[in-house]
């Protein structure tokens, strides 16, 4: 009976909702092959992103190096 008394009232709410024993975001389900593969390649492209930013910031420095003693 009280099961349905809690319906009648409309429940707790967002508010008072338990988060479970494992807490929110553990108890999602296990990725796919595919989201896998794809969160792996978007890896690889951060990273080669970030190596070439660090080329194109030591090439400026020794472009900025080499123009002090030029000039």
Do not use: C, D, V
Not at 17 to 24: A, P, S, T, V
Not at 40 to 53: F, S
Request: zero cysteines.
């Amino acid at each position: 009976m009280r099961l349905l008394e809690r319906f009648r009232r409309g429940g707790r709410g967002a508010a008072g909702r338990g988060q479970g024993g494992r807490g929110r975001g553990r108890t999602g389900r296990t990725p796919s092959f595919g989201e896998m593969r794809a969160r792996m390649r978007t890896e690889r492209a951060e990273a080669r992103l970030l190596e070439t930013e660090a080329k194109i910031h030591q090439e400026a420095a020794r472009y900025r190096l080499g123009r002090r003693r030029a000039g």
